[in-house]
């Protein structure tokens, strides 16, 4: 059962364009969403984190928009850099991360010069 | 502050095979996790460690692998005997406490002929 969805797999747009990355889920109870980005030979870095208690987080360029009744969520990248490229997940948890975290299977961002 | 290191980072295994591999978490972070990531399964947890403690045993990874947190500034993870399904990148990350805010080490790609 895949508790955490992301699309689209894969995304490519044009340098300084807005990316926007999709994830919904299935576990009503989840309440604590980390977005981790990982670069090719690295391990996942968390990026940006959100409460299921807000509808919005900004951290930069980054910004989360979560809505609740429909159990779904987004990140936005705006003005998109070649640096951006790399594949990010969506990540839930129950009880603020103090329970097991659920990954999905990640969407991989391009950014074209 | 030094982040989480992983050695080697590159293994490479005959079937039946036993390896270990080493994780040094970030000094001061309590809490120790093993994850496995493939293209096919994504990020599975396989231990999860409080203050040496073992929290999660990854269920379905119980038979052929172990972790084990020697002091609370390194851990191994032996895998015994190896298959070639265990061809994976096995990932080391840590936090000050639970699943929220994990810091990844770089991994250790590990191949099975």
């Known amino acids: 059962q895949q508790q955490v969805r992301q699309s689209p797999q894969s995304l490519t747009v044009w340098e300084g364009e807005t990316a926007i990355l999709n994830c919904s889920y299935e576990?009503?109870?989840?309440?604590?969403f980390p977005w981790y980005q990982q670069f090719p030979g690295e391990g996942p870095a968390l990026l940006i984190s959100i409460l299921s208690v807000s509808d919005k987080k900004e951290d930069g360029r980054f910004t989360i928009f979560f809505n609740k009744r429909e159990k779904k969520l987004s990140l936005h990248i705006a003005d998109s850099q070649p640096g951006d490229s790399a594949t990010y997940f969506c990540a839930a948890s129950v009880n603020y991360g103090n329970e097991k975290i659920t990954f999905g299977a990640g969407t991989k961002l391009t950014i074209k010069p | 502050d030094a982040g989480v290191t992983q050695t080697p980072r590159h293994e490479v295994a005959e079937k039946g095979q036993t390896i270990i591999l080493k994780c040094e978490p970030v000094s001061g972070h309590n809490d120790l996790f093993w994850y496995r990531q493939t293209k096919i399964q994504g990020l599975e947890l396989l231990s999860y460690f409080r203050s040496k403690s073992l929290m999660e045993d990854g269920g379905a990874f119980k038979d052929r692998f172990k972790a084990e947190m020697l002091n609370s500034s390194f851990s191994t993870l032996k895998i015994q005997p190896t298959e070639p399904k265990d061809s994976a990148v096995y990932l080391c990350a840590s936090s000050r406490d639970g699943y929220a805010e994990q810091f990844f080490g770089p991994g250790t790609r590990l191949t099975v002929l």
């Open positions: 576990n009503s109870a989840f309440d604590y």
